[in-house]
């Protein structure tokens, strides 16, 4: 066996395990994130919203402080009359530390329409809709670095492996 093939089965293993663990000890969340239902209101509170995501950061599943935790995301919504909101986010261990005056590169590109961001916001589970949203492709992605493209990948991976199990 050649040393590519030991470290690829390695990694792999390592990676299935971890997974594994994940879902074992962590619960899943339910319920809402944030206490808004549509694009509007959450333009008019942005800044509200972003101190009650905050407060309720550390009760979602750890995993999702690992992956959206160290990142600068740009998100695009399209309007139904066919402008465009955008929102800049930096995150740093899960929580927001700052909207729209970010200075850095971006790492993860978020893209979706009006409907669905009104559509997850006014979900009773607003976890759920959003993976819903991922898995219709009304939310699209692109991750700008290697390393988030990595980190996506892994979230994909445990909310299909979880999705059997809750």
């Not at 909207?99 to 006014?122: A, Q, R, S």
Request: glycine share 4%; net charge neutral; charged share 30%.
């Amino acid at each position: 066996m050649e040393k590519n093939d030991l470290i690829l089965i390695s990694f792999t293993f390592i990676l299935i395990t971890l997974i594994l663990a994940m879902m074992i000890r962590v619960p899943a969340y339910t319920g809402r994130v944030v206490e808004v239902n549509n694009l509007d209101d959450a333009l008019n509170q942005i800044d509200e919203l972003k101190d009650e995501y905050n407060l309720k950061a550390n009760t979602f599943p750890s995993f999702i402080a690992r992956i959206f935790g160290n990142e600068v995301m740009h998100i695009e919504v399209t309007r139904r009359n066919g402008s465009v909101e955008n929102v800049d986010i930096k995150t740093i261990r899960g929580k927001v530390i700052d909207l729209n005056n970010i200075t850095e590169p971006y790492t993860l590109k978020i893209t979706t329409d009006e409907d669905t961001f009104d559509e997850v916001l006014g979900s009773e589970d607003q976890i759920k809709a959003f993976k819903r949203a991922l898995d219709t492709k009304k939310i699209k992605y692109e991750s700008l670095r290697f390393r988030t493209k990595m980190k996506m990948g892994t979230v994909r991976t445990v909310l299909a492996i979880r999705s059997f199990f809750w």
